[in-house]
């Protein structure tokens, strides 16, 4: 049995060579909104019901159409506000379903990257080829309605296999969000051997996972949007770091939420050496000036090691 996922070498934070982020910052942070179409009666998937309740389940899709109706716009409001691009997750089938919202987008030339085709169809039993074809499909439609490919790839309510990340390479692809193991971007091993890279993009920071998971109150989560914060733009001098809060505007958005949430863009914003950024912008900057240093860095730690 293969004991890990082979995807990434272990690579001691302590002895890394720091990242040097535009303009000398200290961190690179990005807001991923993840902008999502769920299906009332999506078909079957022997490893995952997407609806806890039977058919229909009203309830439970409304609330997630609540947030491209109305969590949508107010959260690209508050993004403005602060000079905040976002780096959308995207369901692709929103491109057909509410084009207004790409739009309004495009407009602000917000980041696109794929997150499948609908959040209700999933990974899971797929075949190698099937996945394949979702993942170019969803590549496709993304370049069609705004012009160019998306970079990154966050696999449809994270229901990823074990050839995800190497499919999304063969697209054209060059970053994941799928992995959650570092506060840097690291290099990832794909098998076509492409220059490619996990960003971080943190599950605790996820509004999802801080209001139905954990079930802490919005006053608690903005605390620790700021916490983790400062603990990363402490680190950050000495190495260089990332932060991401990924939302979800059925979430986050929620008229009693939103103040906590922007306190905490606010807090962030108002440091200086801040680079705030998009996925797509982390993604380049690193493959151009720190991705070979990376490698360089993982050969002579082994070579300490053996």
């Given at each position: 049995m293969q004991e890990d996922p082979n995807?990434?070498?272990?690579?001691?934070?302590?002895?890394?060579?720091?990242?040097?982020?535009?303009?000398g910052a200290k961190i690179a942070f990005w807001v991923a909104p993840n902008i999502e179409f769920?299906?009332?009666n999506p078909p079957e998937n022997p490893n995952r019901k997407p609806w806890p309740q039977a058919y229909p389940a009203v309830g439970g899709y409304s609330i997630r159409d609540y947030g491209?109706?109305?969590?949508?716009e107010r959260q690209m409001q508050l993004l403005d506000k602060y000079g905040i691009r976002g780096s959308i997750s995207l369901s692709t089938a929103l491109c057909d379903h509410h084009p207004e919202i790409i739009e309004m987008c495009a407009e602000r030339d917000w980041e696109f990257f794929t997150h499948g085709v609908y959040n209700t169809r999933y990974t899971y039993g797929l075949s190698q080829e099937q996945e394949r074809e979702m993942i170019q499909d969803s590549v496709d439609t993304i370049e069609k309605h705004v012009g160019k490919k998306p970079a990154g790839y966050l696999a449809p309510a994270l229901s990823h296999s074990e050839h995800?990340?190497?499919?999304?390479?063969?697209?054209?692809?060059?970053?994941?969000?799928?992995?959650?193991?570092?506060?840097?971007?690291?290099?990832?091993?794909?098998?076509n051997g492409s220059r490619f890279i996990s960003i971080p993009y943190s599950l605790e920071m996820n509004d999802t996972i801080a209001y139905v998971v954990n079930k802490i109150e919005p006053r608690r989560y903005g605390q620790i949007i700021k916490d983790n914060f400062d603990?990363?733009?402490?680190?950050?001098?000495?190495?260089?770091?990332?932060?991401?809060?990924?939302?979800?505007?059925?979430?986050?958005?929620?008229p009693h939420r939103m103040r906590a949430y922007e306190e905490a863009l606010e807090y962030i914003t108002g440091h200086s050496d801040v680079w705030v950024t998009t996925g797509r912008e982390i993604a380049d900057f690193?493959?151009?000036?720190?991705?070979?240093?990376?490698?360089?860095?993982?050969k002579q730690q082994q070579e300490s090691i053996a």
């Open positions: 995807l990434y070498d272990y690579w001691a934070y302590e002895k890394r060579p720091k990242i040097t982020w535009p303009n769920y299906e009332l491209n109706r109305v969590g949508h995800t990340i190497d499919l999304f390479a063969e697209a054209g692809g060059i970053y994941t969000c799928d992995l959650f193991h570092d506060d840097q971007p690291t290099p990832v091993k794909v098998r603990r990363l733009y402490q680190e950050g001098d000495e190495f260089g770091t990332v932060m991401c809060i990924p939302t979800h505007n059925y979430q986050v958005s929620c690193y493959l151009e000036n720190h991705y070979d240093q990376a490698l360089s860095s993982i």
